[in-house]
């Protein structure tokens, strides 16, 4: 395993299920579709340590019972297999991601651009993270001046330009958006 390998994870582990190794587990993607494309995944531990020695896993099923993810992987085929897996999460490597559709971006994409005032010409500061809340997501904008965080709807008629690969994102700010923001 690459230590230069940027990791995303799509979910944890939880307690075994049944007698045959399968592990509940908390999915981590707003996605639930893309369980089922996983075929190889890595587990790390609490601490952000690769178990297994770092070797890959073969997922052999997920499903869902109800509302909760099972995993079955391979050459993990009972209980005492299992056990020691609970609480690991499982994870991907971000170039093993599926592709999104255009005008959709995962959140690691976007954390670290550089936001800029499309009317000024300036920039407002870096996306710290996405915030999610039930409408659409905001961006944590923390400002070049240390100030505070500035909150910025993740829309089409805000963001205007969104450049991943440049790291760059410009907006159109609504006036008085920075104010609000403001305490």
């Avoid at 994870?9 to 639930?32: D, I, N, Y």
């Amino acid at each position: 395993m690459a230590n230069d390998v940027e990791w995303i994870a799509v979910a944890r582990l939880g307690r075994t299920r049944g007698l045959k190794g399968e592990l509940f587990a908390q999915g981590l993607s707003s996605r639930p579709e893309r369980y089922g494309q996983l075929r190889q995944v890595y587990l790390f531990d609490r601490d952000g340590k690769p178990l297994k020695q770092g070797a890959p896993l073969e997922v052999e099923s997920v499903r869902w019972i109800q509302d909760r993810l099972v995993f079955k992987f391979a050459g993990v085929d009972s209980v005492s297999d299992a056990e020691p897996l609970a609480g690991a999460e499982v994870r991907i490597a971000a170039q093993d991601r599926p592709a999104l559709p255009d005008g959709e971006y995962y959140e690691s994409e976007i954390a670290g651009c550089e936001v800029i005032d499309g009317a000024a010409g300036q920039p407002l500061g870096i996306v710290q993270r996405w915030l999610e809340f039930g409408g659409p997501p905001l961006l944590e904008v923390k400002p070049n001046d240390g100030g505070e965080a500035i909150l910025i709807p993740f829309v089409k008629s805000i963001c205007r330009e969104i450049d991943p690969a440049n790291r760059r994102i410009v907006v159109e700010l609504p006036e008085g958006l920075k104010d609000l923001n403001r305490r």
